[in-house]
């Protein structure tokens, strides 16, 4: 996807708020990634909404993205994704760290968020970081074959830990 290294140069992950003109570049990460992807209209309509929609690059290719929701005093992490390319270098534990000082700073005293229960890297990454389940939303997500997955909801309190400061 690029000729930057995200393992060798840690600081060439920048972030920039995402603009309607970034959706298309999104789209490519986000299909690339999902059996089920978000429409371009659900980014379209965040934007519009006002949500905090973050772009991560490297060099000047997008390396990838975050949507989120804000409550009275905590955030909803709607969509968290690395390019496929770039899986697997820790991009996703550095976005959720940087998602999380940020809000934090912002006032956020939690932030919840819903995942598959097949998606164990996306688990792990989670509990590491000090989320906790706190529910399940039965058939919250597509599946093959027409069927549905249940999501976990987990939620990570800010306030409880030193989580991802």
Known sequence: MTGVDPAADPQALQVRPMQPGDVDRVMEIERAIYPFPWTPGNFTDSLRAGYDAWLFTLGDAPAGYAVLTWMPDEVHLLNISVAAG????????????????????????????????????????????????????????????????????????????????
């Not at 991009?91 to 934090?104: E, F, I, P, T, Y």
């Not at 006032?107 to 989320?131: I, T």
């Open 86 to 165: 770039l899986q697997g270098h820790g991009l996703g534990r550095r976005m959720l760290a940087w998602l999380c000082a940020d809000v934090r700073r912002r006032g956020a005293l939690a932030m919840l968020l819903e995942v598959r229960p097949s998606n164990a890297v996306a688990r792990a990454l989670y509990a590491s970081v000090g989320f906790v389940q706190i529910g399940a939303r039965k058939g919250y997500y597509p599946d093959a074959g027409g069927r549905r997955e249940d999501a976990l909801v987990l939620l990570l309190r800010f306030d409880a830990i030193g989580a991802a400061s």
